[in-house]
């Protein structure tokens, strides 16, 4: 899989940071549905349990501790607020977000959406915390719909802006849905399942890796 | 029916602006108190449901022997649970409704449904156990444990109603230091309205409403002082909401969630403000009554009737965001929603009152025929009272 037009490659400098002083990282697991593993075989299945397996094969000796905090079907802006509250008492070290499609679906207006987004992110950053954002899914029916067209729009433009890493889920499994004979969506046809589920936590993992080595393998020359 | 009153008044106030709130991103939204509010109409409705609590437990004449009393609040414990099991459930179907008649499974993640679809074998339990709730559906399952608890409260109050609020503020306290909530199950995750934290506002009511005793009696006596006190408050809250400031939660000192604004645990600024509030606006009712007399009226039914009236909301907030979902947030949608609204909250309260009139009317000494201004029977208002 095209993995450049999948995962916006960007730096995560306190997590590498993290990882030289010590072996354990923390990532606090937020966002809409998918993060506690809906469409699932089993609760261990859903996508931060994954990267935990991934990165902890990948990375020998490290340690990855997952809080899950999903709730499915929350707009941004609750999550901004809960995500303040939940960093504060659980100290992660990174942040992965999941988040757009209720919003899309809620008819946030995207300006509201972005100002959300965009100002939750800076606080992450002013305090040393590495996020992620995962994107919105996949489906045929809203592939052509206007808001969430603009909603993705959107997530792209902040993430680029603010030079993070984002996960463009919607064309990672549209690729994938044009590709593969396997159904990677659960018998909804929307929720993503175990493989689906595992892609994403590839593409996480295979970011921070990436990351890793990056700084590793290129002294930082400025 | 009782006449209207302040109580009711602001309850029906609390009721609507909750609709209204439920629907996130509509247009009116800026129009509700929260936007120039550190606490919200959450607050005001469980602190009101303490206030009404006092109706019940405290009969002029004499004391109800303990064991009524008891039989009373489990029985509306099992009413409220009831009527949080029967919204869960229309909510569901409603998702599903959309889902199935837009084409649009996505729709079946909304309001923390996903679980109830993708794994209903625990799911359902959780929805038993009220330890899954929907989003929005997150009042009433506070409601249930704090009616559970009544009993213990309203014979602790018998006792002494300082040792009620030294036990309900050390509570209060243990929960906030130790980030003390109830988990949620199957998803992982905690109560958004912690019961631990919120039985303060709830038991505040419950004290504030008695006139003649503990920090009710102490209330009255110190009115005007407390008022004069409560203008910072209220003046910072609406700064702090208007400003949408709020503490970094990072660089606050420990224990971090008394210096928070955080609505799961209630912080200590959100509680004050919400008794402020309370302090400040008490009484106001009587200027509100003879100016809008129309607004006291349909306020008033909606707060008598509130239990109805607030599962009928909490349906229709949700229908509401399936208006805006299928045609799109805009001035048009979001009147129409909003008119549909308050015609229906007023028609679940005038409809729920129809066998009170009915039996008003057709009783041995027929009532006068303007049904607001009927004194109250004593026990269909208590009935009233504590929805």
């Known amino acids: 899989m095209p993995s450049s037009s999948i995962a916006a490659p960007a730096p995560l400098p306190n997590v590498t940071a993290t990882l030289e002083t010590r072996k354990t990282i923390r990532v606090l697991a937020i966002g809409s549905s998918s993060t506690y593993g809906v469409g699932a075989s089993s609760g261990s299945k859903n996508y931060p349990a994954q990267l935990t397996d991934i990165l902890e094969r990948a990375l020998k000796g490290i340690n990855i501790e997952i809080i899950n905090r999903g709730v499915s079907g929350e707009v941004a802006k609750t999550t901004a607020e809960r995500l303040r509250v939940e960093v504060a008492l659980t100290h992660p070290d990174l942040v992965l977000w999941q988040l757009g499609t209720n919003d899309a679906l809620a008819r946030v207006p995207v300006e509201e959406f972005e100002d959300t987004v965009t100002s939750t992110i800076q606080w992450l950053k002013e305090n040393k915390i590495d996020v992620v954002l995962v994107g919105l899914q996949y489906t045929a029916r809203f592939a052509r719909d206007d808001n969430y067209a603009a909603i993705r729009d959107a997530l792209r433009r902040i993430a680029a802006q603010q030079n993070i890493l984002y996960v463009r889920r919607f064309e990672a499994m549209r690729y994938i ?36 080595f990056v700084r590793r393998f290129r002294p930082p020359t400025n | 029916m009782r006449a209207p009153n302040e109580i009711d008044f602001w309850r029906g106030f609390a009721l609507a602006t909750i609709f209204i709130n439920h629907v996130p991103g509509i247009f009116y939204e800026r129009f509700t108190h929260r936007n120039v509010s550190l606490s919200d109409s959450a607050e005001l409705f469980v602190f009101l449901a303490g206030w009404s609590l006092r109706y019940v437990v405290s009969d002029p004449g004499q004391p109800v022997p303990a064991f009524r009393l008891v039989l009373r609040l489990v029985g509306r414990a099992v009413v409220i649970y009831a009527a949080q099991i029967l919204i869960t459930v ?46 929005y559906f997150n009042i009433l399952p506070l409601y249930v444990v704090l009616m559970t608890a009544a009993p213990a409260i309203a014979l602790l ?58 920090l009710g009696a102490f209330a009255r006596q110190h009115r005007q002082a407390l008022r004069v006190l409560a203008v910072p408050f209220v003046i910072g809250g609406g700064l702090a909401a208007w400003f949408h400031y709020s503490p970094d939660p990072l660089r606050v000192p420990d224990p971090k969630l008394f210096f928070m604004f955080d609505k799961t645990f209630l912080s200590p600024a959100r509680l004050a403000h919400a008794i402020a509030l309370v302090g400040l606006f008490a009484g106001g009712y009587r200027f509100v009554a003879p100016a809008l007399p129309p607004l006291a009226r349909y306020l008033s039914m909606l707060g008598r009737n509130s239990l109805n009236v607030f599962c009928v909301g909490s349906v229709l907030s949700l229908a509401g965001q399936i208006t805006r979902f299928e045609y799109g947030g805009g001035i048009i949608t979001d009147t129409v929603v909003i008119i549909i609204g308050i015609v229906a909250l007023g028609v679940t309260g005038w409809v729920s009152e129809w066998r009170d009139r009915l039996r008003a009317r057709q009783g041995p000494q027929p009532s006068p025929s303007s049904p607001p201004s009927v004194s109250s029977p004593p026990v269909s208002s208590r009935r009233a009272q504590t929805t």
């Open chain 2, 157 to 214: 109050d018998r006792a002494s109603p300082w040792l009620l609020l030294a036990a309900s503020l050390a509570l209060y306290l243990y929960a906030l230091l130790g980030g003390l909530n109830l988990p949620t199950w199957p998803v992982e995750g905690r109560w958004f309205l912690d019961p631990l934290a919120w039985q303060l506002v709830f038991v505040l009511g419950f004290l504030i409403a008695a006139t003649d005793r503990g």
């Open chain 2, 90 to 135: 229309l909510a569901i179907a409603l998702i599903a409704a959309a889902a199935l008649y837009y084409d649009a499974p996505l729709i079946l993640e909304w309001h923390n449904a996903s679980a109830v679809f993708e794994e209903p074998v625990a799911t359902h339990i959780g929805l038993v156990l009220l330890s899954h709730q929907l989003g």
């Open chain 1, 177 to 212: 849905s044009s590709v593969r004979n396997a159904p990677i969506v659960a018998n909804d046809d929307l929720h993503l399942n175990d493989l689906g589920y595992h892609c994403m936590a590839e593409h996480i993992a295979h970011a921070v890796i990436a990351n890793l």
